[in-house]
């Protein structure tokens, strides 16, 4: 099924069979977090099997996932599921392990699923104690996933209902609050042809709209199998290549579908480049070293203005920088600075300074393409931000 996700970040990407989107067309960067546990590639099937249940069970209680275990893997059938699952994965710039496809590769075998043993080695090394420890599993498992468990048990109910409401109307009829909505509800109930017609509908109102170009590329290539979205695919991650990892998975999901996993290799290949590109951005900006540099932070005055009321708001806060880091990867994507200086009053506590600069941090709500950093804590920065036009946005009186 599609999964409907944040834009595309630089910090995270939800591992999906279907990624398909709901995207602002901003390049803001966003953590996109998987709303409930995930394991390794093998497993993750019969985790999804559990976890699916909580659509219809409001009672975590009555899930035992741990006494399923043995069960699951005695069919072949689903022995098989996982092992398609985990073979479509390869291995990339951030593992730590070569994947399964790849060592079986090396080791020039096949994988076939196995007929299921007549005795586990659980009950033959445990005995009596493997029932007592399914048991202290599930009960753990279940406090440990009782917030999440109800959190996706309400949200599919809402959507369910929301589906059942919006379906009825004339798509074409539904404001734009409703067609967004609409295009998530099908998404998450498995609609997928209503949720390509709310798509149409959505770019035929903006013609310009990411989000809904995404998703038909998405249906068109996997849904429908037409093979002539690829050529559109490519124009589309020349032009907007912040949307290149998604739209490589589409298609390597076509290929993969189609028995033709030769011709995804260089789809594996854009992603694994991207990856690498990804994470040294990301560790590029994870922190501010006395060798680099700074430019203007390029923001419209009307921004500028906002910031500049919020950092009134603080009084421990006597004066801010604002300036973009330069960076060497993915610079399309901005680095802000955000460096302040404190002035506390004589008779505060430290403690009571540092509860008020970490709330002036994280009441921003800036995004992530924010960094916060005092002023004094690196040599030479202050110095070198005063260098840089227009950096000295705040100073209070």
């Given at each position: 099924m599609p999964c409907i996700l944040p834009p595309p970040a630089l910090v995270a990407q939800t591992p999906a069979k279907h990624p398909a989107l709901r995207l602002s067309g901003t390049k803001n960067l966003h953590f996109a977090s998987a709303p409930f546990p995930r394991f390794s590639a093998f497993d993750s099937v019969f985790w999804r099997k559990i976890w699916d249940k909580s659509h219809h069970e409001d009672d975590i209680q009555s899930v035992r996932p741990y006494a399923d275990v043995p069960q699951f893997f005695a069919s072949v059938e689903n022995v098989s599921e996982a092992a398609e699952f985990a073979l479509k994965e390869k291995t990339n710039y951030s593992a730590t392990h070569p994947a399964i496809s790849d060592r079986l590769e090396a080791l020039s075998a096949s994988f076939k699923a196995p007929q299921a043993p007549a005795e586990s080695a659980a009950a033959r090394l445990l005995g009596a104690m493997e029932a007592k420890l399914i048991c202290r599993f599930n009960d753990e498992w279940q406090v440990e996933a009782q917030g999440n468990w109800q959190v996706s048990h309400n949200e599919f109910r809402s959507w369910s209902e929301k589906y059942q409401a919006l379906r009825e109307k004339a798509i074409q009829d539904l404001n734009d609050i409703e067609l967004d909505e609409l295009i998530t509800?099908?998404?998450?109930?498995?609609?997928?042809?209503?949720?390509?017609?709310?798509?149409?509908?959505?770019?035929?109102?903006?013609?310009?709209?990411?989000?809904?170009?995404?998703?038909?590329?998405?249906?068109?290539?996997?849904i429908e199998k037409d093979e002539s979205q690829l050529e559109d695919i490519e124009k589309w991650m020349e032009k907007f290549p912040e949307y290149l990892p998604n739209l490589c998975r589409y298609a390597i999901e076509f290929y993969s579908d189609a028995g033709r996993e030769q011709e995804a290799e260089p789809f594996y290949e854009r992603l694994e480049n991207y990856e690498y590109l990804r994470n040294s951005a990301q560790e590029e900006r994870s922190l501010i070293l006395e060798s680099d540099e700074f430019i203007p932070h390029g923001l419209d005055p009307d921004i500028v203005a906002d910031f500049v009321d919020y950092f009134d708001r603080y009084p421990v806060i006597a004066k801010v920088y604002l300036v973009q880091k330069s960076v060497k990867y993915m610079p399309e994507y901005p680095c802000y600075v955000i460096a302040y200086?404190?002035?506390?009053?004589?008779?505060?506590?430290?403690?009571?300074v540092d509860e008020q600069v970490l709330s002036f941090i994280d009441n921003s709500g800036l995004s992530q393409d924010y960094m916060f950093i005092s002023a004094d804590s690196v040599k030479g920065l202050e110095s070198k931000l005063k260098k840089v036009e227009g950096s000295g946005v705040y100073l209070r009186k």
């Amino acid at each position: 099924m599609p999964c409907i996700l944040p834009p595309p970040a630089l910090v995270a990407q939800t591992p999906a069979k279907h990624p398909a989107l709901r995207l602002s067309g901003t390049k803001n960067l966003h953590f996109a977090s998987a709303p409930f546990p995930r394991f390794s590639a093998f497993d993750s099937v019969f985790w999804r099997k559990i976890w699916d249940k909580s659509h219809h069970e409001d009672d975590i209680q009555s899930v035992r996932p741990y006494a399923d275990v043995p069960q699951f893997f005695a069919s072949v059938e689903n022995v098989s599921e996982a092992a398609e699952f985990a073979l479509k994965e390869k291995t990339n710039y951030s593992a730590t392990h070569p994947a399964i496809s790849d060592r079986l590769e090396a080791l020039s075998a096949s994988f076939k699923a196995p007929q299921a043993p007549a005795e586990s080695a659980a009950a033959r090394l445990l005995g009596a104690m493997e029932a007592k420890l399914i048991c202290r599993f599930n009960d753990e498992w279940q406090v440990e996933a009782q917030g999440n468990w109800q959190v996706s048990h309400n949200e599919f109910r809402s959507w369910s209902e929301k589906y059942q409401a919006l379906r009825e109307k004339a798509i074409q009829d539904l404001n734009d609050i409703e067609l967004d909505e609409l295009i998530t509800a099908a998404n998450r109930l498995n609609d997928y042809a209503l949720f390509n017609s709310a798509n149409r509908e959505l770019l035929r109102r903006y013609p310009e709209n990411s989000s809904a170009t995404i998703n038909c590329f998405w249906y068109r290539l996997i849904i429908e199998k037409d093979e002539s979205q690829l050529e559109d695919i490519e124009k589309w991650m020349e032009k907007f290549p912040e949307y290149l990892p998604n739209l490589c998975r589409y298609a390597i999901e076509f290929y993969s579908d189609a028995g033709r996993e030769q011709e995804a290799e260089p789809f594996y290949e854009r992603l694994e480049n991207y990856e690498y590109l990804r994470n040294s951005a990301q560790e590029e900006r994870s922190l501010i070293l006395e060798s680099d540099e700074f430019i203007p932070h390029g923001l419209d005055p009307d921004i500028v203005a906002d910031f500049v009321d919020y950092f009134d708001r603080y009084p421990v806060i006597a004066k801010v920088y604002l300036v973009q880091k330069s960076v060497k990867y993915m610079p399309e994507y901005p680095c802000y600075v955000i460096a302040y200086r404190i002035k506390p009053k004589f008779w505060q506590t430290q403690a009571k300074v540092d509860e008020q600069v970490l709330s002036f941090i994280d009441n921003s709500g800036l995004s992530q393409d924010y960094m916060f950093i005092s002023a004094d804590s690196v040599k030479g920065l202050e110095s070198k931000l005063k260098k840089v036009e227009g950096s000295g946005v705040y100073l209070r009186k």
